[in-house]
């Protein structure tokens, strides 16, 4: 009698689960992940609590400020295109690839755009970061070679509160110009 | 004790207090991840296919339970964490492909309700032949919001101080709208908004596709011309006009409007279409007096609101300014030089 209560119970909230809980696979730097949870979660929140990809910044939570840029690509597009993770919930990203700033060093090399952002001081704090180095190499994707004009603009959904934005700007053309892509 | 050591514990006391505050708010930031969706009520998810299986799910939904559909979710999910909309139902509409891409052939420019902003930015046969498409998407939000917004959210949305929906109402627009009974609505885009932020469209209806009209038959040129207070702002006024011209002359030296279509931008309760104005457009050619009496009346015609971006009085200002500009580079777009 008590078991088949239990089994029940544990029925039931079997049942409770899969109404609010949501199963799907996506790709998070080049990793196969199987995840199960609230669809009201977050990318942002997925990435960093989840699966503890903590370069993804939050700042504003209101898509303001862009900290939380990554690269995602959906089954039905050919190429990645940089989107606010707080702006998205997690399951939306079903069968997608995302790449966020970990997804980009080998080991301890640093890729090239990181590496570009080094020499060329676009940073002070560093917060923005991340998300500036996949916004840019977002921009990269859509245009090969954009004016500062150009990088301004597409740029400008992403705020640098030290005001490193000379250094930034300098950083991106210096990447356009070597030819960066996400894959280098 | 002394009032001065009354004053000063009473002092400290305020201090302390105001510090526990700022604690309380900072261990609350400590833990961001938590806040995000901390405020996003409980829901359930569906992602239809089609727009065959989108019917099946929405028939599987009781009649009293709230449903959303999210588009590209770039205003629905901020106001979702918000805890303004807590749909109990959430209908992804992204993997819906009868709702994604774009035809142009034949009369007109077909765009499913799903496309985003960023592929008709790509899409250089658009933005050649629509100029004022391409002015408006390209000062929509951010690069991000661009990658991921969509038209028909855009427009479903309602949002008085959206850009694209102004746009449209210049380019004279047509939407088509899945009811939920089956049938399919076909209504101009200025008669589907409805007031502040509410559309024609039922809670279980769909906007499926904007047909925007092409006349091989006449000359035309377009812009879209707005004022932010920064970059990603709402606009503070935004203008789009869209003016067609006979394209052979008949009998005079210039050439006359034949038609043409403006949108204003945080101009009322709704998008607005600026009726006077056109009407004075139409029969005459281009010259600097009309489009001073059109600017003008299309001033007369907004009210705008006062708030943090500027002043009622203000705001008029700009839109008979930004009419005017918008009128004028229209107008060099269609390769013709004001009278």
């Known amino acids: 009698m008590m078991l088949l209560k239990q089994s029940r119970i544990k029925k039931s909230a079997k049942r409770q689960k899969s109404l609010t809980e949501s199963s799907y696979g996506l790709v998070v730097n080049g990793l196969q992940r199987n995840l199960s949870h609230s669809p009201k979660l977050l990318l942002s929140d997925c990435l960093r609590d989840l699966l503890g990809y903590t370069g993804v910044k939050m700042g504003c939570e209101t898509s303001n400020c862009g900290a939380c840029t990554v690269l995602t690509k959906f089954p039905d597009s050919k190429d990645y295109r940089a989107v606010k993770s707080c702006s998205l919930f997690a399951v939306q990203c079903s069968g997608a690839q995302v790449v966020t700033v970990e997804g980009l060093a080998k080991g301890n090399d640093l890729s090239r755009m990181q590496e570009i952002f080094l020499e060329e001081r676009g940073l002070q704090c560093g917060y923005c970061t991340p998300g500036f180095i996949m916004a840019g190499l977002g921009l990269l994707e859509k245009n090969r070679n954009p004016s500062e004009g150009e990088i301004r603009h597409e740029l400008s959904g992403n705020l640098c509160r030290c005001g490193a934005y000379m250094g930034i700007i300098s950083a991106i053309k210096k990447a356009a110009s070597e030819g960066v892509s996400l894959q280098m | ?339």
Request: aromatic share 6%; glycine share 10%; net charge positive.
């Open chain 2, 1 to 339: 004790m002394t009032r001065a050591r009354l004053d000063r514990i009473e002092f400290s006391k305020v201090i302390l207090n105001r510090i526990k505050v700022a604690m309380r708010d900072m261990s609350v930031r400590a833990f961001p991840a938590s806040m995000g969706s901390a405020e996003i009520a409980d829901f359930q998810y569906r992602a239809p296919a089609s727009l065959n299986e989108l019917r099946r799910v929405l028939r599987s939904i009781p009649r009293r339970s709230e449903v959303k559909f999210i588009a590209g979710g770039m205003s629905l999910i901020p106001t979702m964490k918000l805890g303004l909309v807590s749909p109990s139902f959430l209908i992804d509409l992204n993997q819906t492909k009868d709702l994604k891409g774009w035809t142009l052939e034949g009369r007109s420019l077909r765009v499913g309700s799903m496309a985003r902003y960023s592929d008709i930015l790509e899409a250089k046969r658009i933005t050649r032949l629509f100029p004022e498409l391409e002015d408006c998407i390209s000062q929509i939000g951010d690069m991000q919001v661009r990658n991921r917004g969509t038209i028909g959210g855009a427009l479903a949305h309602g949002d008085p101080s959206g850009d694209l929906s102004s746009c449209m109402i210049a380019l004279g627009a047509v939407l088509k709208i899945k009811r939920e009974k089956g049938s399919l609505d076909k209504i101009p885009v200025e008669e589907f908004f409805k007031g502040f932020f509410s559309t024609s469209l039922g809670a279980r209806d769909v906007l499926t596709e904007v047909e925007v009209p092409l006349d091989s038959k006449l000359l035309r040129g377009g812009s879209y011309l707005k004022l932010e207070r920064t970059a990603g702002d709402f606009a503070t006024v935004g203008v789009g006009v869209s003016l067609w011209f006979e394209k052979r002359l008949t009998g005079t030296n210039a050439r006359r409007i034949v038609r043409a279509g403006i949108g204003l931008t945080s101009a009322g309760d709704r998008p607005l279409k600026g009726r006077r104005g056109e009407k004075l457009l139409v029969g005459s050619p281009p010259s600097e007096e009309l489009f001073g009496n059109v600017s003008s009346a299309v001033a007369e015609e907004t009210d705008p609101s006062s708030d943090v971006r500027g002043d009622k009085e203000f705001k008029k200002q700009m839109f008979r300014v930004f009419a005017k500009r918008a009128l004028i580079r229209s107008t060099e777009r269609a390769g013709l030089r004001l009278g």
